[in-house]
């Protein structure tokens, strides 16, 4: 089984920028991909961006060209960089590790309120 703990969430001004933090620990020989998800009351949760074992990265067409996704295999840490924030990006975001085995793994969140 897979543990992530996300960090890095906070408030920010429109325009500012936040680096969120998502560090695996358990059966991280297992992960074949990671994502970021972000949620807000009332939705559902939205795929930001993906980043698989081989580096290849995919983002969701809101986000691209702000949002970089990266991974330090060292420090088994996935990290979602985020520019140019707008308070439509005001949403408490999750990351996911998928299994090759199967099934997946969740953090807790970590919320970011971008102000207007």
């Not at 325009?15 to 991280?28: D, F, K, P, Q």
């Amino acid at each position: 089984q897979v543990q992530l703990v996300e960090s890095g969430g906070g408030l920010v001004q429109a325009g500012g920028s936040l680096r969120l933090s998502c560090v695996a620990s358990g059966s991280i020989f297992s992960i074949n991909l990671m994502d970021w998800y972000r949620q807000v009351p009332g939705k559902q949760r939205e795929l930001v961006a993906t980043i698989t074992s081989g580096g290849i990265t995919t983002y969701a067409d809101s986000v691209k060209g702000r949002f970089t996704i990266s991974r330090d295999g060292a420090k088994n840490t996935v990290y979602l960089q985020m520019n140019s924030l707008k308070p439509e990006d005001t949403a408490v975001y999750y990351c996911h590790g998928v299994s090759r085995y199967g099934g997946g793994s969740w953090g807790q969140g970590t919320q970011v309120t971008v102000s207007s």
